[in-house]
């Protein structure tokens, strides 16, 4: 017997990301961090939390201390990429637990007006509560610098390039 090693990362990989995004891992990920921030004993004064993949807690009257969050998206706003989503009996759960991490938030930061309307519309948040920041520095005069940016190079950061209007951007540029 001789495995098939590449054949079985694929099929671990596959089994992985079926249960990255259940309601089951969700509250895995809260529990840690909720053990993790009793843990230091209220030794910090605000919790930032980037995502809405778990909570800081899920017992929130514990926590005693107010957490933001910061967010480029909503699982509302990525059914649009069925890969991005959990699976069908496992989107209300999942959609349950992401509203009561905004609910119980002090301050919910998001990267565009997208996000910012999701979190409003579709788990009923107030909309003083949702701030839309940007993502990266917001300057509002570029800092003198010795480089020259008179040439074609363009600097892609993250993931999913296709889906985030990457090759859009680029026949734009032409």
């Given at each position: 017997f001789r495995?098939?090693?590449?054949k079985w990362k694929k099929g671990f990989s596959e089994?992985?990301?079926?249960?990255?995004k259940t309601s089951w891992v969700f509250l895995q990920r809260?529990?840690?961090?909720q053990k993790k921030i009793e843990k230091l004993n209220s030794n910090f004064d605000l919790i930032l939390q980037i995502s809405g993949m778990f909570s800081p807690a899920l017992?929130?009257?514990?926590?005693?201390?107010?957490?933001?969050t910061f967010h480029d998206y909503t699982?509302?706003?990525?059914?649009?990429y069925p890969s991005w989503v959990p699976s069908h009996s496992q989107l209300e759960k999942w959609l349950r637990l992401e509203k009561g991490l905004y609910k119980n938030?002090?301050?919910i930061f998001t990267t565009n007006e997208n996000a910012r309307r999701s979190i409003i519309n579709d788990y009923g948040i107030v909309g003083e509560k949702v701030i839309t920041v940007g993502c990266g520095f917001n300057l509002d005069e570029i800092p003198n610098s010795p480089k020259s940016y008179d040439g074609k190079t363009i600097l892609f950061i993250?993931?999913?390039?296709?889906?985030?209007g990457g090759y859009v951007?680029?026949?734009a540029f032409k």
């Open positions: 495995p098939n090693i590449r089994k992985l990301k079926a249960l990255y809260s529990r840690f961090c017992d929130f009257e514990k926590l005693n201390k107010p957490y933001v699982t509302a706003l990525a059914r649009k938030a002090s301050l993250g993931i999913f390039f296709d889906s985030k951007l680029l026949d």
